[in-house]
């Protein structure tokens, strides 16, 4: 190649890669209004990103992998904790977590009612977005199980899959595939409760339930209709605040944290599946 060839080669090639780049740029803006559901964006949704700006969340969270790392992502958040969990959040952070064992915090920002529905109305709205995708794997939430924290907090693999995610064969046992509910109910049960001893998430661990639901049976101070443990397993996924566990991050006002649509929206195969499965941990 001589260098009049060169020269026509870098020009030749720059302006395709510049036709490229706008032809996608432009590709992209047509194609945001169906991926952000332009539609939704109502004025509950504009004022909760103004009230998220007001009080720069972002200069410790994340939305779409954009923003500071100290704090969780909250790209899919709602998808992840029911409207009254947030709400409760936002009201007073400190109830949620331990300040010596996470050695992270998140200021009470005083929110006002009306800003914390709207930042909610926002976050839902960010969540619904079609990312395409990205970021390629949630940034992992102090208080969330994505799959693969469970074998990381076991000491296992990081990148593994639980193994209720594999496919499971219709002919499979209940136990099995109520593992595959657990991590595939909307909400996951996985994004509230682990299954590793001790540690507690949003909601308590699911390790021992057998053995503690065993005792308080038998101590009398159980409020709710179950008369065994599959019972009370049963109750606790349909009519969350049937019994409550002790705890103000868990409930508030006789009310559980925990979302109570699973009694509509889970058949009533899956709850036996998730019941045999929930009865399986130690
Ligand atoms: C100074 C840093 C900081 C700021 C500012 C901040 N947060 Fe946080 N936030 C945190 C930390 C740290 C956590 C996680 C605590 C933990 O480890 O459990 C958190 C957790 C949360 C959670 C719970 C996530 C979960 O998985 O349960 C929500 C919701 C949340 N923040 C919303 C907000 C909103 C909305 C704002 C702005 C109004 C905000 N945060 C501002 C640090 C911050
Ligand atoms: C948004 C968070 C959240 C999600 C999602 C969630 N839970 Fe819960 N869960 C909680 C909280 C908080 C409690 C404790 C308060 C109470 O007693 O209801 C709880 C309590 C329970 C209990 C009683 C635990 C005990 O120690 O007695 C069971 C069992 C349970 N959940 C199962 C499930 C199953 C199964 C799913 C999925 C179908 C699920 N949860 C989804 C938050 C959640």
Redesign the pocket.
Known sequence: MNSRQARLFAIGSTAAATIIFLGLTIDSHRQFPTLTNAENITPEVKHGMA??HK???I???TLFGEGAY???D?TK?TK??GQE??KA??RN?AL??DEQR?R????N?N?GEEEISD?IAF?DWVSNVDNQGWPPRPIL????MVPGAMAALSGGDVNAAPPGLKPVDPDDDDRALGEQVFFTAVPACSACHSTAPDVNL?GPTMAGLRGRTEALLAAGDYGGQAEDVAGYIRESIVSPSAHLVPGAMYSAGGVSFMPDTYDSDLTEEQLDQLVAYLMSLN
């Open positions: 009230v998220w009080y720069n969340c200069n410790c969270h100290y704090a969780p909250l958040i992840h904790r969990y947030l959040y936002m952070p949620f977590y996470h992270r915090l998140m200021p920002q929110l930042l976050l939430v102090t208080g969330g949003a």
